[in-house]
């Protein structure tokens, strides 16, 4: 950077300032640092010559870009529709009322409008508006659907039985409708964004973790009158579930965002196509309380807030862990439609001579059940009390697929960097006897084997 332009620059940063706040001085040799992290990756890549012409807009419709619709997509459109399905989390299935197997005459009933295509495609500016099935959220981030499958319209292609009810104020209505069906699939969703926007009164990124559009309401009065009552939430993350242990609620199902192929993504693990085989990025608890942080209503706009940390390292399933609290569903949660059984454990050293040895953790997983799946297997290690460290911390995991009656045997490594902690001279290893733990979820841990360090 050139010597004026470099002073002009640092002269801009260090004057920044937003509601009477400035920013901290920056020290040339600290910018020029930080620029330069970023020109080389720049430089290094080649992207300051022979970068190709870009021919895709996202924010722009299909017919304004120059790629050929027809031919790209038709190989993005089963990919995006896998991953959909793959990242979709079963939470519960108490009846094992999935995977749907309706006989021709079963009657399905669709409930909610999250079921429904919204009334025009991409009808708010950067999706800025909850209209009909959520698939993505608002902001910079989101891009202009070319089309978009809605739940309804994909579960009554595979079933011609299916009748609907897509008001999620008309609760009479919706009463009606489920009461004479065999299944009734309920779909709320819940929306966030970037700041600078607020959509219905909500404020990005988030003011509570509660379903939008009387979604509660709909869920209790669905309930009420249908006894396998099935729950597809569409949302930014966590809800609440006042009404999760409502007799007749018998799956619960967290589809996220989905993107296009949301419809086709969450009929194929309804009806069985795909065996559900995500797990929980994050803990959900019953009570708002029971989160480890709080939520910020100003978080854009003139007001920048001040955060304090002051969870540490105990935050998700390390807080619940800490304070003994129970989760609704705990971080790594997630069913299948099929069983596994864990067995063989074995741990060993791998480079003993070396003090960056890497910890090799083996297990056998079989699955027990009738249905080919994905086990999720997560490792958990216990420190040395000496360590200060939380209860248990996720060092590895692998998916695996596991036909069913099969074993297969599985090796996750766990380097020895990720198992130091931060002292008072740095990164260090603290010595002495470390427990790993094998399993399904951060409370669902099987076998067990201890090893020693130093």
Sequence with gaps: MAGNERVNKTEKLNSLSVDGLTVKDVPDSRLNEMVTRILSAFYMLGQDKGFPDIAFDSWAQKAKNVYNFKYCFKHHIQFIRELG??????????KSVLP?????EDLIAVIGEDARLPKVLNEFV???GNDGTLAQGWGSGSAEFPYLVAPLGAISSRHAKTVSSVDNYNLDFAKNVASSASVAIVFVNADSGEGGMTVEGHDADRNDLKLWHKSDELIEAVSSVNENTVIVIHSVGAVEMPWINHPNISAVVLAFLPGQESGNSIADILFGNVNPSARLPFTIHEKREEYAAGVIYKSNGVVIPQIYYSEGLFFDYRHADKFNIT???PFGHGLSYTSF???????SRVQKHNPRFSIRVAIQIQNVGKRDGHEVVQVYVVYPPEANEPPKLLKGFERVWVRHGARVNI????DAKSLRVWGDDGWEFV???YVIYVGGSSRNLRPEARIIWG
């Design 100 to 104: 749907l197997q309706p006989r021709s």
């Design 341 to 347: 059984e864990y067995s063989k454990l074995h741990v």
């Design 126 to 128: 950067n999706r800025g």
């Design 411 to 414: 090796k996750v490594l766990i």
């Design 327 to 329: 989760p609704l569903f």
């Design 85 to 94: 399905a793959a990242s979709t989390v079963l939470l519960k299935n108490s």
């Design 431 to 433: 010595r002495g006897e």
